[in-house]
């Protein structure tokens, strides 16, 4: 089975903070991608990264940056968090190189930023 | 710009009962996800439908893909309570960079004995 794994599920962290989330698949794909999930918005993507060192803005970019040093490891970065980056976070990976396929999620982690 | 809408946004069904949620969408895709989010856990894969016509079947959930009418649909027959949960469409967003996947707003399905 595919996993990916997002090494926080609760995070609480103070306005200002630098923030990394991390998240790590063990399937060998080649894409991953950051969403965050809002009541009422669905999911928006955040950045995608289709290859190591590569990375691509998704739909609301701002506030945030990414890092894929290695393939299977795809971090968030939240240089200076505030009170509306507090959020569900969902880390994905896909298997195709050309094109997405379906996505596999890790389980997430809830940041809150006070 | 792609624009995925479901319908109904909240659902609550008996058990034992049939009914449709709707995933509608703005302009040309020949892909489409379905996924279901149980309350605090993410989001888990359910159909992937590739071409038009296609149809999956999975016990009580069978969804079908129109890529002429950009529609797809997720038939639910005899409900059981074990199907609560919030479902997702995603469609393929070829415009985009290396494409990626739009979503609906969700469907939280509640199924009341």
């Known amino acids: ?114 | 710009e792609l624009k995925v809408e479901q319908n109904p946004l909240f659902l609550s069904m008996q058990e034992g009962k049939n009914y449709t949620i709707y995933c509608n969408y703005s302009t040309t895709s020949d892909r489409l996800y379905w996924y279901r989010q149980d309350p605090g856990k993410s989001l888990e894969s359910l159909f992937v439908l590739l071409s038009n016509g296609a149809v999956k079947q999975e016990g009580r959930l069978m969804a079908s893909l129109d890529t002429k009418a950009r529609l797809s649909t997720l038939h639910i027959t005899a409900a059981v309570h074990d199907l609560s949960a919030t479902y997702f469409c995603a469609v393929m967003n070829y415009g985009g960079s290396q494409g990626n996947l739009i979503f609906g707003k969700g469907t939280k399905l509640s199924v009341k004995p």
């Open chain 1, 1 to 114: 089975d595919v996993k990916v794994t997002q090494s926080s599920r609760y995070l609480v962290k103070r306005t200002g903070e630098k923030v990394f989330l991390e998240c790590v698949q063990d399937m060998d794909h080649e894409n991953m991608f950051w969403y965050r999930q809002d009541p009422g918005l669905g999911l928006r993507l955040i950045y995608f990264s289709y290859d190591v060192k590569m990375k691509e803005k998704g739909d609301i970019p701002e506030g945030y940056s990414v890092s894929r040093e290695k393939k299977e490891r795809f971090s968030l970065i939240l240089e200076s968090a505030s009170t509306n980056q507090t959020s569900m976070y969902l880390c994905a990976s896909s298997p195709l190189r050309m094109g997405i396929g379906e996505l596999f999620f890790g389980e997430g982690s809830r940041l809150t930023v006070l």
